[in-house]
């Protein structure tokens, strides 16, 4: 697969650490990333992600902020919003699909939401303020905006410093409407789509490139992917052209749906979505890929993975990858092989952790630069909840690494190190206390 190629300025020592679509990403807390549904902001150079914290399952529990400088790797600041004894925010009720934008009147940073019941009787907004993107909020108040129904949500800040939400109900479409000077209230509509049938749609994303506004949309199949859509035009108020996907027929967005779309020049932009696991929510992953725009003219390919450079208006394609086989790897306490239909070598290394201190050491491991990078670690693990494993790398004291359920094909974790250049690279993958790891196919390291 080619991804669009323009001026590269990344520099060599960080030129392989990679996104991964769908893979566990593991923040420094050791934890797989709990920021769905997210919206994303930037301010003096960072990244930061806003999304809803899923590790105690449906339930609202926390509206997180993460930060990054290279959209790989990101840390926990904390919650924007925290559960509360009762209300709005309080016990057995669902907030999703949170998001944020600067005000730059007064100064405030504004989180809107959707917020409804267990039931998702309610349908409403919710809306609260910070002097911080990543600090606590203050919760004001939910409501169904100019009274109507709201379900799935975005926001959009024009290049003018006027608001608008994207909002969505069964009843009247998907809609753009304006807000007020300080963000707080809905003013009056500027659009709305009233699709009918199979042709409706939700999970509203959009950004601006240029003159011309870029609106993105999954169709209505509840948490299973479909064919997300897209339309543009030159003004907000329309008119819009027809709805057209943008991945691969048949792809199902590459089992995905619209959360955001990340503009990084005014001819790019990257595709943030959410690959949903319904009856274990924790546990869904991300789906990140750059966009190919041209004109009006939107296209999307899957990719393994893909690099990232420093100023996000371009992207390469994955490195050179050496494959290092688990049942090959060095044995310790009581790991062992472990028959495997699916995985590459049919036997994967098994028994890691666990009472017996199970352990897989990996030897000689090559690479052509002094500098920090994105191991592919394809593992399976056949519980509900995540596995944990401490890496370490070159005798360092090791890092906690999350490995999501993964039954049937091998799945992917990431790792990202500094590795010495030449092949005298050593990876260890042990247990978490007493707990146990995954089982390990195969490490996937880069070259170059």
Known sequence: MRLLSLALTASVATASLQVVPGGTWTTPDGEHLQAHGAGFIVENGTYYMVGEDKSGGHSFSNVNCYASKDLVQWTLVGALLT????GDIGPNRVVERPKVIYNDKTR????????DSSNYGEARVAVATGDSVCGRYQYIRSFQPLGRESRDMGLFKDDDGKGYLLTEDRKHGLRIVALSDDFLSPTTDVFSWRLEGGN????????????????????????DSNENQ???????????SSWKKFADNGSKTYNSQTTY?????????????DRWLKDNLMASTYVWLPLQISGTTVTMKNAVSWVPTNNFAAWQNPPAETSYEGEKASYGGKARNVDCSTCSGKVTAGYIGGPDKGSVTFNNIRSDIDGMTTIRIK????????????????????RKIAFLAAKGDPATSTLHVNLKKGSSNTIVIEGVGNGWGPDIDRLMVPVQ
């Not at 559960?83 to 009762?86: G, M, P, T, V």
């Not at 779309?261 to 979505?273: C, H, Q, R």
């Not at 593992?379 to 090791?398: E, T």
């Open 83 to 86: 559960r509360q004894a009762s």
């Open 379 to 398: 593992f399976l693990n056949g519980d509900s909840n995540p596995r944990y494993a401490n890496v370490k790398v070159n005798g360092d004291g090791g």
């Open 200 to 223: 409706r749609v939700e999970a509203p994303a959009m950004i601006k490139l240029g003159r011309t506004y870029f609106m993105f949309a999954s169709m209505m199949t509840g948490w």
């Open 230 to 240: 897209y339309t543009t035009a030159t003004s907000l108020s329309g008119p819009w």
């Open 261 to 273: 779309i990340l503009k990084t020049s005014e001819s790019t932009a990257i595709y943030m979505g």
């Open 108 to 115: 405030k940073y504004v989180l809107w939401m959707h917020m």
